[in-house]
């Protein structure tokens, strides 16, 4: 039985499949389409070596058009599926589908993370996030989420580096900001499983950007203590449990000071359980070097759904 590429088009268009609705799909694949085609050109051009020789649309056609590229690669992105079930929805060798996740998926990457009632506005790097707040008088909240990876074969330099301490497994850890309400306003320092929350996000400058920054606070958790040392006035971590002799009194007030502060701080769980609705960010079973690409366009993606809360 053979399948018209128009109806899998439709199908795979879905909400169900791409993990974003038709209408945000059709504002997607536009605002994708101009760096693609301006990539596309590139790499033409310096395949060629030489000015375009033919018309512009001369030539063979993509057997996979831009659209169908896009919903291919949000499906892979969605559910982890291989690229040869894909390729069987479509008529097309895997090959196909591989070289079209290859070229969307960095672009997706690069997007950035939307910001709440600002469309035109979209967040790259710490330092914007410790803008935007200065700005706007945001709170921050900071967080650190692990994913498993594929495990590096034996006798490689820098395979232990892999192994969480904390969940005895080979995993990546990515630094995650929201903002009170759980909408994530940045992804990144996405290092080796076996480095600490704070060592990750201090590659990135966070201690620069709070002393940039005065006026910038944000929620931590018990990881994140020495930060919260260095700028007690910015910084509040959860506090520390008294000795086991301690008065009664003492006790429950840490415990009280203690469920306040994770109630304050819940929203960043809540945002990181919200990526992990994407199967890549439950356990990626992808090649590594292409994890930070997966990682950072899916959070981009969410990013854009929850910044319309």
Not at 37 to 53: N, P, T
Not at 104 to 129: C, K, N, Q, S, Y
Not at 140 to 158: M, S, Y
Request: hydrophobic share 40%.
């Amino acid at each position: 039985m053979v399948v018209k590429r128009s109806l899998t088009r439709t199908a795979l268009s879905h909400c169900i499949c791409t993990g974003i609705s038709r209408r945000r799909l059709g504002s997607l694949i536009a605002e994708l389409a101009g760096p693609w085609m301006a990539r596309e050109e590139s790499r033409l051009g310096a395949r060629r070596g030489h000015e375009r020789l033919r018309a512009e649309g001369g030539g063979p056609s993509h057997q996979l058009v831009f659209t169908d590229r896009v919903i291919a690669t949000l499906v892979i992105l969605r559910f982890q599926l291989p690229h040869a079930a894909l390729a069987v929805f479509y008529g097309v060798d895997r090959f196909i589908v591989i070289r079209a996740v290859h070229e969307i998926r960095p672009l997706l990457a690069a997007r950035g993370f939307a910001v709440p009632g600002e469309a035109e506005l979209r967040l790259h790097t710490l330092a914007d996030v410790f803008a935007y707040a200065n700005a706007k008088g945001v709170e921050l909240r900071l967080d650190g989420t692990e994913v498993r990876v594929r495990r590096p074969k034996a006798g490689r330099p820098g395979r232990r580096a892999f192994v969480s301490g904390k969940m005895r497994q080979n995993t990546k850890k990515a630094t995650v900001v929201t903002d009170g309400q759980g909408r994530t306003l940045w992804t990144g320092a996405i290092r080796p499983g076996r480095m600490h929350d704070r060592t990750a996000v201090e590659a990135e400058g966070v201690e620069a950007l709070f002393e940039q920054y005065p006026h910038v606070k944000a929620k931590v958790d018990a990881g994140y203590r020495g930060l919260a040392k260095r700028f007690p006035h910015q910084v509040q971590a959860p506090p520390k449990k008294p000795a086991e002799d301690a008065p009664t009194e003492e006790i429950t007030a840490w415990r009280e000071a203690r469920k306040k502060q994770s109630s304050q701080r819940i929203c960043v769980e809540h945002a990181n359980a919200e990526r992990k609705q994407w199967r890549p960010l439950q356990r990626y079973l992808g090649r590594r070097e292409y994890y930070d690409e997966t990682h950072l366009a899916i959070a981009g993606l969410v990013s854009d759904r929850t910044a319309e809360r």
